[in-house]
């Protein structure tokens, strides 16, 4: 059974740094692309970052790019998020979703897709 975990989400001040996994259970990194969304209070969800299966090619939204970094342990079965240099923006809701393609990898959400329950992530100044 495909089973995914978010952890590592809590409170920094702005500038702070948190790094978030996703664990993944049932499945293996080299089949799966990996995906990081968030939601905001009374936003949508968006894509952050993913990583494909294999070698993992990268993708990152305009928004967090240069300050976020998505890295994997294919196996440890799970998938990092470093994220430096918080802002106002960045605070939300952080779910990973896992999408069974072997190249590549995208933030649109697919109907296939297996999700996290999220990680909270809260910035204050």
């Known amino acids: 059974q495909v089973h995914l975990k978010e952890s590592g989400g809590g409170l920094v001040q702005v500038g702070g740094s948190l790094r978030l996994s996703c664990t993944t259970y049932?499945?293996?990194?080299?089949?799966?692309?990996i995906a990081w969304f968030r939601q905001a209070p009374g936003e949508e969800r968006e894509g952050v970052s993913c990583?494909?299966?294999?070698?993992?090619?990268?993708y990152y939204d305009e928004s967090v790019k240069g300050r976020f970094t998505i890295s994997k342990d294919n196996a440890k079965k799970t998938v990092y998020l470093q994220m430096n240099n918080l802002k106002s923006e960045d605070p939300a809701v952080y779910y990973c979703?896992?999408?069974?393609?072997?190249?590549?990898?995208?933030?649109?959400?697919?109907?296939?897709?297996?999700w996290g329950q999220g990680t909270q992530v809260t910035v204050s100044s």
């Open positions: 049932g499945l293996s990194l080299d089949d799966y692309a």
């Open positions: 979703s896992a999408e069974r393609r072997h190249l590549g990898c995208t933030v649109v959400a697919g109907v296939d897709d297996y």
């Open positions: 990583i494909s299966a294999g070698e993992g090619s990268r």
